[in-house]
């Protein structure tokens, strides 16, 4: 029981831990080396800048938060809804999987150009491209928890009476819970990062405009400042949804389990 409790005491905390680590070993190289703040700024550095346009930061983090959560959210409807379509028929998933994987190939940075003739420069291309990054995998797990049903449990709910839909709906999508959070914490950080390359070249606020006017300005600092925030707020959300997952689907994760 000790032993069991010191190891998930140290799987808790050895996140934390490397990342001071790097911290200590990148401010020490920066340090002995004499990098120059304008070509790879330190953490100290990091860390005023972020103080010091705490403000501004947090004005563009926020922009960036809300549009890659809009598009975040029309990927989790349209990638359950695909999902569901291509897992719960072989004729779909035949017909619609090797396109949607051939879509998924593409670089969605090609598509902001396009978008920007569209919808114009603002949130249309952001939200967009957060939604076009982000869908796929939440599209390929719901249809893979659902397509991998045994086809033997399938049989014997058949043999009681249960219809076809009755299966997919009510044996298929909770069997597809793992897979569905799982894809979650995947797709939450590549909407970010749709988001921030929309922002760099279709937008005049959010983290990615930030990026692009620090590095015009050669204040290194404040654009690293910048990703960091972006990583803390992808980081913020992955916890989220494991945390959500922990106490939804904890049938799935029993040998994690506290005990």
Known sequence: MTSAASRRHLERWSPWVLLLLTIIVWQV???????????????????????????????????????????????????????????????????????????????????????VVWFGIGIGPAILTAFLISFFPI???????????????????????????DVLVKVGLPRSMPYFFGSLKVAITLAFVGTTVSEMTAANEG????????????????????????????????????YVEKHTTGWAHRGSQNV
Request: aromatic share 12%; hydrophobic share 60%; proline share 4%.
């Open 29 to 115: 190289l920066c340090s002995a080396l004499n990098v120059s703040e304008f070509i790879f700024p330190s953490p100290a550095r990091i860390w005023s800048q972020l103080v010091e346009f705490r403000g501004v930061i947090a004005a563009h983090a926020w922009r960036t938060y809300w549009v890659t959560m809009a598009g975040f959210g029309i990927a989790i409807v349209v990638g359950v809804l695909l999902g569901f379509l291509i897992g719960s028929s072989r004729l779909a998933y035949a017909a619609v999987y090797p396109l949607m994987t051939a879509f998924n190939a593409l670089p969605k940075a090609a598509f902001v150009p396009i978008l």
């Open 139 to 165: 599209m390929v797990n719901i249809a893979t928890g659902l397509a991998t049903l045994e086809p033997e449990l399938e049989d014997v709910l058949r043999v009681l009476g249960a219809k076809r839909w």
């Open 207 to 242: 983290i990615g405009y930030l990026l692009i006017s620090a590095g015009s300005a050669m204040q290194m600092g404040l654009a690293f400042a910048g990703l960091v925030v972006v990583g803390a707020m992808a980081m913020a959300m992955y916890e989220l949804f494991s």
